[in-house]
């Protein structure tokens, strides 16, 4: 049977860029999205049925066009996988609201954009998977994660919220919450101390966290379940990590 089209946000590093390697060799057709697409097309895949878009996630207007686009070459959209996403870590009593406002837009209202986008299609073909990528910071704090662990409880909570809605249309809503891994997200903190306790947290564990792949893994073992069957979260840490 000819596979559905699968979007992935974020996919230029990290998480987004594993899961779009499993899904690329999985053979199903890609629209891979985020700001910085060079990183994207310097992807080891198969780009014969992979389209790529600069879009930020806050720009709806940019991301439902993306959409449609991909939509017009291999039809609806089954499966997105709602994974863009920023930690900037700081202690509230001193960080910059700007950065509180910036993890908001991202973590929060880029996943509800991404949602609005696909579902009431989803719904109306009785078909369709959302799989966002939470954190272990959406069901537990973490000191100096206020912001973060606001935006990712977020998630939690809309993914929930809207899985519950759609469960009598055949719509999956599903989250993966990963602890600490191997990616880029911590190169965008700019509280020097914030930082620091991350590091020597990470350290105390043994200094490797989650290697992405496993995450990755986790998105497609939930989309692989026949559509009766809702994942409706897998949380997924190193063995060594303590929190
Ligand atoms: P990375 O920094 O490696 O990847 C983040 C991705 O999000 C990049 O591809 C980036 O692309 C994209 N992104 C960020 N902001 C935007 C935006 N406004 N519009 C479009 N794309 C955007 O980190 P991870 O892979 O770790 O992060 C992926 C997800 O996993 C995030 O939601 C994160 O919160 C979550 N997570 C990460 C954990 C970790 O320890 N690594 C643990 C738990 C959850 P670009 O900059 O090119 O736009």
């Known amino acids: 049977m000819e596979k559905s089209l699968?979007?992935?946000?974020g996919a230029s590093s990290g998480f987004g860029a594993e899961i779009a390697k499993i899904f690329n060799q999985a053979?199903?057709?890609?629209?891979?999205?985020?700001r910085r697409i060079e990183k994207i097309n310097a992807l080891p895949l198969n780009f014969e049925r992979v389209i790529v878009e600069a879009v930020d996630v806050t720009d709806y207007k940019a991301f439902e066009?993306?959409?449609?686009k991909a939509e017009a070459v291999y039809g609806p959209v089954d499966l997105l996988v709602n994974n863009a996403g920023v930690m900037l870590?700081?202690?509230v009593l001193e960080q910059d609201p700007l950065e509180w406002q910036?993890?908001?837009?991202?973590?929060?209202m880029g996943v509800l954009n991404g949602m609005q986008i696909v579902l009431p299609g989803m719904k109306e073909r009785n078909h369709g998977t959302v799989i966002n990528m939470s954190s272990l910071a959406g069901k537990k704090t973490f000191t100096n994660h206020a912001a973060y662990v606001a935006s990712k409880f977020g998630v939690h909570g809309l993914s929930e919220t809207i899985r519950e809605e759609l469960s009598g249309s055949n719509v999956?809503?599903?989250l993966v919450a990963p602890g600490?891994?191997?990616?880029e997200l911590l190169t965008h903190v700019t509280d020097q101390n914030a930082l620091r306790d991350y590091q020597s947290w990470k350290e105390s564990m043994g200094g490797i966290t989650l290697d992405p792949?496993?995450?990755a893994e986790s998105v497609k073992f939930i989309y692989d379940m026949p559509q009766a069957v809702t994942i409706r979260e897998i949380d997924i840490a190193a063995t060594a990590q303590d929190a």
Do not use: D, Q, W, Y
């Open 180 to 183: 600490a891994a191997e990616t």
């Open 102 to 108: 910036t993890m908001l837009n991202t973590n929060i």
């Open 6 to 9: 699968v979007v992935i946000t």
């Open 65 to 68: 066009a993306s959409i449609k």
């Open 172 to 174: 999956r809503i599903s």
């Open 213 to 215: 792949v496993h995450v």
């Open 89 to 91: 870590l700081g202690n």
């Open 27 to 34: 053979g199903f057709p890609l629209l891979l999205l985020g």
